[in-house]
């Protein structure tokens, strides 16, 4: 009896430890990298509010890296102890960030003291709602660094304003748009818009997939790409 317990024991753990790892990997499947084109939110009923840094670069501002699901579905919100926001591990974080990676939501009219947006408050909204579900990944610094580093490599305006697509008011062909990014990084993007005050349908945000081991300048095809809900031609506003 002793014998058969004894050898009971490293067959359970070694269960355990498979399981573990169908959970870990089974935590998504791969990630969505989200610019966004600034006027786009501030054309909206919200309007927008500029950080405290002032009125950002007229260009792209990344929304979030957004583990996803190849189904199209995404986990969000997987906080845990060892997960939690820690304010402390944005210091040298917080001065590229605020660059590339600004908030533009106005703070709510009950708070005093302020007409600017909050940019830790995006950072912590972007890692509690999505950046807990790739912890086993990216832990924090690694999560904001890696995103960063990924703005960093792509200059989507320069791939646009390359082609003659410019933030001028005017309007573009999506496909276009779609066709020039592919033809620089080699991989499709998703185009998702919005509708300003008076009814135009704008460029808001490019989407961009990325492997889920996040090894660098690792975009891959995108196994799902996110909702088309742009017509054949938008607006690409000025900022
Ligand atoms: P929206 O309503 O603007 O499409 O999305 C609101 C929020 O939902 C986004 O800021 C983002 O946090 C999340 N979200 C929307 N679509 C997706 C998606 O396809 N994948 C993931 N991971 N998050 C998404």
């Given at each position: 009896m002793k014998m058969a317990n004894s050898s009971i024991i490293p067959i359970k753990f070694l269960i355990l430890v498979a399981l573990a790892n169908i959970c870990v990997s089974q935590d998504f499947d791969f990630f969505y990298f989200v610019q966004q084109w600034p006027s786009s939110s501030c054309d909206t009923k919200q309007g927008c509010c500029f950080p405290q840094t002032g009125k950002p670069a007229s260009n792209f501002t990344v929304h979030g890296l957004w583990p996803n699901f190849n189904n199209g579905s995404f986990p969000s919100n997987c906080k845990s102890v060892e997960n939690s926001f820690d304010e402390s591990k944005m210091s040298d974080i917080v001065p590229r960030a605020e660059t590339s990676w600004a908030a533009f939501s106005c703070p709510?009219?009950?708070?005093?003291?302020?007409?600017n947006s909050d940019n830790m408050k995006l950072w912590k909204h972007e890692w509690d709602k999505h950046g807990t579900c790739s912890h086993s990944v990216l832990h924090q610094h690694a999560y904001f660094d890696f995103t960063l580093n990924l703005k960093d490599h792509i200059d989507l305006l320069q791939i646009l304003l390359n082609n003659g697509?410019?933030?001028?008011?005017k309007n573009y062909s999506v496909e276009k748009i779609r066709q020039v990014i592919k033809e620089a990084i080699g991989f499709k993007a998703g185009i998702r818009c919005n509708t300003d005050v008076s009814g135009n349908i704008q460029l808001n945000e490019i989407v961009l997939c990325v492997d889920?081991?996040?090894?660098?300048?690792?975009?891959?095809?995108?196994?799902v790409l996110p909702?088309?809900?742009?017509?054949?031609n938008v607006e690409f506003p000025i900022f």
């Open positions: 709510s009219k009950k708070k005093t003291n302020s007409t697509i410019k933030p001028d008011g889920k081991s996040a090894a660098s300048r690792s975009f891959i095809e995108c196994p909702d088309a809900n742009c017509p054949d």
